[in-house]
T-cell receptor, first 109, second 119 residues
Framework: DAKTTQPNSMESNEEEPVHLPCNHS???????IHWYRQLPSQGPEYVIH???SNVNNRMASLAIAEDRKSSTLILHRATLRDAAVYYC??????????FGTGTSLTVIP | DAGVIQSPRHEVTEMGQEVTLRCKPI?????LFWYRQTMMRGLELLIY????????DSGMPEDRFSAKMPNASFSTLKIQPSEPRDSAVYFC?????????????????FGQGTRLTVV
C-alpha cells in the first residue's frame, strides 16, 4: 500500500479552522484518500474520503491537490471535542486498510 | 444498530493463560477486521475476513494468535499462551464490501476495543 506522511502533532485554538496536511506522493490512480480519527479511549471513526474532487460533509472538508500527491483535512471550527489523532489512509482495490502514525490534534480553549 | 460490540472491555490475565476476545459486527456487514494498538507500533492490522473467510492473516504476530469467524455475527481472537508483550488494545471493525467491484460499500465501523493486560 502507498504510504502517507503526516505531522506528528498540531495545535489549534478553539473555534478556529484547522488544516491537517497529508502527503502521499506515491498514490496510484485508483487509491481513495480516507480520513479517520480516534478520540481518547475510543476506536477510530470515519471522517471523510475522496478520490479527486474536494469533498464536504457535516464533520469536515477534504481538499485534494490537483496532482493528488497531497490532501488536507479541514475542520472549519475546532471544538474541544475535536481533540483526537487524525489518520490519513490510502485505500486501493481490496478490502484491507492500514493506519500510519497520524496527527495528534490539541485544541486549546 | 448498536454498532460493533466487543467483549470484554478489559481483560487482565497471567502470562501463559489463554485469552479469548470476542466481536459482534454490525448486522449486514460482510467484512471484519482485527487490529492491535500499542504505543510503540500504533494500529496494526492483524487479520481480516470477507464473508466469514480469512483473507489475509499476515499481520498475525505469531502462531500463538488465532482468529475465527464461525458465522456472520461473531468472531474471536485467541491468544494461547499469552505473554506480557501481548498487552495492548485490540479493536474489531466491520463494513460492507463488494466482491464484485473490489471496493468497500461503506466506511469501517470500529468497536470500543478490549484492553488486554498480561502480567
Amino acid at each position: 500500500d502507498a504510504k502517507t506522511t503526516q505531522p506528528n502533532s498540531m495545535e489549534s485554538n478553539e473555534e478556529e479552522p484547522v488544516h491537517l496536511p497529508c502527503n502521499h506522493s506515491t498514490i496510484s490512480g485508483t487509491d481513495y484518500i480516507h480520513w479517520y480519527r480516534q478520540l481518547p479511549s475510543q476506536g477510530p471513526e470515519y471522517v471523510i474520503h475522496g478520490l479527486t474532487s474536494n469533498v464536504n460533509n457535516r464533520m469536515a472538508s477534504l481538499a485534494i491537490a490537483e496532482d493528488r500527491k497531497s490532501s488536507t483535512l479541514i475542520l472549519h471550527r475546532a471544538t474541544l471535542r475535536d481533540a483526537a489523532v487524525y489518520y490519513c489512509i490510502l485505500r486501493g482495490t481490496g478490502n484491507q486498510f492500514y493506519f500510519g502514525t497520524g496527527t495528534s490534534l490539541t485544541v486549546i480553549p | 444498530d448498536a454498532g460493533v460490540i466487543q467483549s470484554p472491555r478489559h481483560e487482565v490475565t497471567e502470562m501463559g493463560q489463554e485469552v479469548t476476545l470476542r466481536c459482534k459486527p454490525i448486522s449486514g456487514h460482510n467484512s471484519l477486521f482485527w487490529y492491535r494498538q500499542t504505543m510503540m507500533r500504533g494500529l496494526e492490522l492483524l487479520i481480516y475476513f470477507n464473508n466469514n473467510v480469512p483473507i489475509d492473516d499476515s499481520g498475525m504476530p505469531e502462531d500463538r494468535f488465532s482468529a475465527k469467524m464461525p458465522n456472520a455475527s461473531f468472531s474471536t481472537l485467541k491468544i494461547q499462551p499469552s505473554e506480557p508483550r501481548d498487552s495492548a488494545v485490540y479493536f474489531c471493525a466491520s463494513r460492507t464490501y463488494s466482491l464484485g467491484t473490489g471496493f468497500p460499500k461503506t466506511e469501517a465501523f470500529f468497536g470500543q476495543g478490549t484492553r488486554l493486560t498480561v502480567v
